[in-house]
Nanobody, 124 residues
């Protein structure tokens, strides 16, 4: 069974940076496309970005383009989310998700496995 564990969240001032990590265990990481989602209090979970199994295809939500970068290291079974120029509106619980195959869906229903989430809080 696939297990996903996020780490790296925390409290940061506006304009600062954080790097989140998502480690996959239980299956071959390189077979899975991965996504990052976030959920703020009272809001629906929204797509942040995703990366296909090889890392050759990435996509981002408009709200984070140019500020966030997704990468993966298949040798370490880990995906990363580098977040720069953080804003208070980026405050949310960030989740990683995985799906078997090459596609990178932008909706929650497109993923089969989810991590437990990590809190990111950006102060103004």
């Amino acid at each position: 069974q696939v297990q996903l564990v996020e780490s790296g969240g925390g409290l940061v001032q506006a304009g600062g940076s954080l790097r989140l990590s998502c480690a996959l265990s239980g299956r071959t990481f390189s077979m899975y496309s991965m996504g990052w989602f976030r959920q703020a209090p009272g809001k629906e979970r929204e797509f942040v970005g995703g990366i296909n199994w090889s890392g050759g295809n990435r996509g981002y939500a408009d709200s984070v383009k140019g500020r966030f970068t997704i990468s993966r290291d298949n040798a370490k079974n880990t995906m990363y989310l580098q977040m720069n120029s953080l804003k208070p509106e980026d405050t949310a619980v960030y989740y990683c998700a995985a799906r078997l195959g090459a596609a990178v869906p932008t909706t929650t229903g497109g993923y089969d496995y989810w991590g437990q989430g990590t809190q990111v809080t950006v102060s103004s």
